[in-house]
């Protein structure tokens, strides 16, 4: 167990709506970072933040925005959504945000867009 | 864009068999690191070797890093069944900390 929780596990949605992931980093970290991992893109940096500003910008798509809350906990809001979203969202975090800082990820958000 | 690839993209072995995985990498880096993930689970860091360093043990894994030739292997002596999982090698770009992960390498270890 990384102390990375992610909510919620499974979600399955139509195209056009939007949905919000939810991630609590271990206690201490105060570095987010949300991934994309699908099958055909691989494992996909997306956007990261650190003691509630963003600090790092990856493959995001303007429909995708996320956002660090003062008790540290980060939310990736999804919208307009399409059928090529559907990938397994990571939130990662670390205790600061230098390059020799090990990642902790959390098990994941599985998204299905029908 | 993918920064590391892995090689090879699938690798099957027995147990007690040493598995190695190779990593190239196109741009400078501070820091290289390795991780796991078993099945369709969130990743699971091993190592990670400073962009000065050649070498790094962490129990049966030894990695090793060549900075001339932009690239990295893991070794996993001695494979278990256990050990059976996805394979990533990710690097930071020297002026972020991001990390950028290749596409893995499934390993798969039969008893």
């Known amino acids: 167990d990384s102390g990375v929780t992610q909510t919620p596990k499974h979600l399955i949605t139509a195209t056009g709506q939007r949905v919000t992931l939810r991630c609590s980093p271990r206690?201490?970290?105060?570095?987010v970072y949300w991934y994309q991992q699908s099958l055909d893109q691989g494992l996909q940096f997306l956007i990261q933040?650190?003691?509630?500003?963003?600090?790092a910008k990856g493959n995001i798509l303007e429909r995708f925005s996320a956002q660090q809350f003062p008790d540290l906990h980060s939310e990736l809001n999804l919208s307009s959504l399409e059928l090529g979203d559907s990938a397994l969202y990571f939130c990662?975090?670390?205790?600061?945000?230098?390059?020799?800082?090990?990642?902790?990820f959390g098990p994941g958000t599985r998204l299905l867009v029908l | 864009s993918q920064q590391g690839e892995e090689d090879p993209q699938a690798l099957s072995i027995q147990e007690g068999e040493n598995a190695t995985m190779n990593c190239s990498y196109k741009?400078?880096?501070?820091?290289l690191q390795w991780y796991r993930q078993n099945s369709g689970r969130g990743l699971v860091h091993l190592i990670l070797?400073?962009?000065?360093?050649r070498e790094k043990h962490s129990g049966r894994l030894r990695v090793t890093l060549d900075t001339s030739k932009k690239s990295s292997s893991l070794l996993i002596t001695a494979s278990r069944a256990a050990d059976t999982a996805s394979y990533f090698c990710?690097?930071?770009?020297?002026?972020?900390?991001?990390?950028?992960f290749g596409k893995g390498t499934t390993l798969s270890v039969s008893s």
């Open positions: 990662a975090s670390s205790l600061g945000t230098g390059p020799q800082e090990t990642q902790y």
């Open positions: 206690s201490g970290d105060l570095s």
């Open positions: 933040y650190y003691n509630g500003e963003e600090r």
């Open positions: 741009t400078s880096i501070n820091n």
């Open positions: 070797i400073r962009s000065n360093e």
């Open positions: 990710a690097t930071d770009r020297q002026a972020g900390t991001a990390l950028i």
